[in-house]
């Protein structure tokens, strides 16, 4: 079966691998497409598509965010956008300045808390302009002060933890719309960080992305139990949404998660890009020029 992973990042974000070597790792174990997609990046999808062309890979641009739903976190997936396209650009640049102005905010906190990490050593870490919470994480790790980029989270940068930041966000319909006025096609990334409580409280929230303009679910991704797959699978079907799926690879700062096969059990057929394409191209790139988003 020909498979794909429509969900990596490089190290353009918080992933290990450039997206020339992505692309050649993905040629490599025999996936038919991949997508790039970074957190509030889109300048990996250029190379990328590049060193598809000479490989014989398809790569689809795509671009990671993340946005606010009436005070839940949500990341919001783009596939098929146009990367010149000079809107999205201009929102990435947006999207990189929230992120820019939360680290030394992060750095406070982590010195209050007596972890005397810099910004010089977490750039060093980083090897580029972009500082995420994992490059962070990974400073802690190498002086000692956590086991683990995990125990890390857990103790200090995650969610509700005392060096915690939230990030300025764009709202999921200023998302979606960014997204979808550079001819992209939204999804909704691995639905259980909405925190969701019930079937029928995300059922409700999906609706109202929808409503939005929401297209897709990612449906298959590393972190999903079985019967969250089931849940996301009946709930794309239930509103007539794309199902999608990738594995969140992020390289050596997430090891236990594979390109292309997650924890090793993923597979993600190709007949499901080939709808994602069917349905988003005939409804949005053909007549993009007269829809008025
Ligand atoms: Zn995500
Ligand atoms: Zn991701």
Redesign the pocket.
């Known amino acids: 079966m020909k498979t794909i992973d429509l969900h990596i990042h490089t190290n353009l974000s918080d992933g290990f691998l450039s997206p020339v070597r992505v692309v050649k790792e993905a040629k490599k174990i025999g996936l038919a497409a991949i997508a790039i997609t970074d957190h509030d990046e889109i300048a990996g999808n250029e190379p990328a598509v590049l060193e598809g062309e000479r490989l014989g890979m398809e790569v689809i641009p795509g671009m990671?965010i993340s946005v606010d739903l009436d005070g839940r976190p949500a990341?919001m997936l783009g596939y098929f956008i146009d990367y010149r396209n000079p809107e999205l650009i201009a929102s990435i640049r947006l999207l990189q300045g929230y992120r820019r102005k939360r680290n030394p905010q992060i750095f406070r906190r982590l010195h209050q808390l007596g972890l005397m990490v810099t910004e010089q050593e977490v750039k060093e870490i980083s090897g580029g302009n972009y500082i995420g919470r994992p490059h962070i994480a990974q400073a802690l790790v190498d002086r000692g002060y956590v086991h683990s980029t995990a125990q890390a989270f857990e103790k200090y940068l995650g969610n509700g933890a005392p060096a915690y930041v939230q990030k300025q966000r764009f709202s999921a319909q200023q998302g979606i719309e960014v997204i979808r006025r550079a001819g992209g096609l939204a999804v909704l990334?691995?639905p259980f960080?909405l925190g969701a409580e019930s079937e029928a409280e995300l059922s409700t929230i999906v609706e109202h992305l929808k409503r939005m303009g929401l297209g897709g679910i990612e449906v298959f991704c590393s972190p999903h139990l079985e019967e969250q797959t089931e849940l996301y699978l009946r709930l794309a079907n239930n509103f007539n949404l794309l199902v999608t799926g990738g594995t969140?690879f992020h390289g050596e700062w997430k090891p236990h998660v594979q390109l292309g096969v997650g924890k090793g059990n993923l597979q993600i057929p190709y007949s499901l890009l080939e709808k994602m394409k069917k349905v988003h191209l005939a409804k949005y790139k053909l007549s993009a020029s007269e829809v008025n988003f």
Do not use: C, Q, R
Request: no cysteine; proline share 0%.
């Open positions: 990671e990341h990334a691995h960080s969140d």
